[in-house]
Structures are given as C-alpha cells and as structure tokens.
C-alpha cells in the first residue's frame, strides 16, 4: 500500500492503495467516480475510458502507481458549472444510448477524438470508437452524435 497523488477532473486528490490496484477501482471504489464502468476488465470494450494526461485510456489496464502525479479526466468531470459539454449534449439530443453502459466511455472517446481532430469524417469517427463496444447496437446514433458535437463546437456551444 502507498500514497498516490492524482489530479482528478482538475482536482489534486490523494489516495492510498496497492501500485498494482487498477485506476478504474481507484476512480470508482476509492473516489466514488461511478461513471467510468467496469466492462471486461481486460481493455477490449472500452466502458472504462478516461482521458489520462489528455490520451483516451482504458483504465481497467492502468496501475495506479503508474497513473501518479498524472492528470485524469473522467466523464463527470466533462461538465462545467452545471453545463455540458458539447458531445454530451450532443449524445443526448441524438438519443445515443440505450442502456447506457457503454455511454461514459463513448462519451469520452469522442471527446479525445475531436480534441485532435475537429471535423472527423464519418469513417475516421468509425474507426475512432472501432474499440468502443455497445452491446445494444446504438452505433448510428453514436456516430450522428460525433457529427453533431463536431458541429457544437465550432459553434462554441457549451464551452
């Protein structure tokens, strides 16, 4: 067990666990961050993604020695003073989710995808979230919310 410093959705948090516990555990057991979801466990579905020092990550596969003194983004921390962002406003107005299990993660893909790349084409969106399973087949309305986001933000909508 060790001390680890980690800044958490612009938070600098400290938390006490074994090197080789999973951010994932830490962000939902340790800090009661519950939109991240536990998947698969071994990096294939992709429920579990966060922005870890900016990149899409499966957390489920990250030690938490190794994401010390690292920046983490989680789906909750997307939203600023109650607004959200713009691929989360955009999911909902496309109604891209049915379950919703694999939504956090899509969300936050999505959000790592445009931060590189502003105006995706419908096939780099593809292949984007290629590692984003949504067992309830909401794919179309997924890839219309990209589409839409991209569109909110070059309008400046949420942020």
Request: aromatic share 4%.
């Amino acid at each position: 067990m060790g001390d680890f410093v980690l800044n958490v959705n612009g938070s600098d948090v400290r938390v006490n666990a074994s090197r080789e516990e999973t951010l994932l555990s830490v962000l939902r057991n340790r800090l009661n961050l519950t939109g991240t979801k536990y998947g698969c466990g071994e990096g294939q579905c992709g429920a579990c993604t966060v922005l870890l020092e900016g990149k899409a990550t499966r957390s489920c596969l990250v030690p938490i020695g190794s994401a010390a003194n690292s920046k983490i983004l989680t789906v909750e921390g997307l939203e600023r003073d109650g607004i959200l962002s713009p691929v989360q406003q955009a999911f909902l107005a496309q109604g891209a989710f049915q379950c919703g299990y694999c939504t956090s993660g899509m969300v936050v893909r999505a959000t790592s995808l445009l931060r590189e790349n502003h105006n995706p084409s419908e096939e780099q969106i593809v292949e984007a979230l290629e590692g984003n399973i949504c067992r309830c087949g909401t794919y179309p309305r997924i890839v219309e919310a990209v589409k839409l986001a991209a569109r909110l933000q070059s309008k400046g909508a949420g942020r």
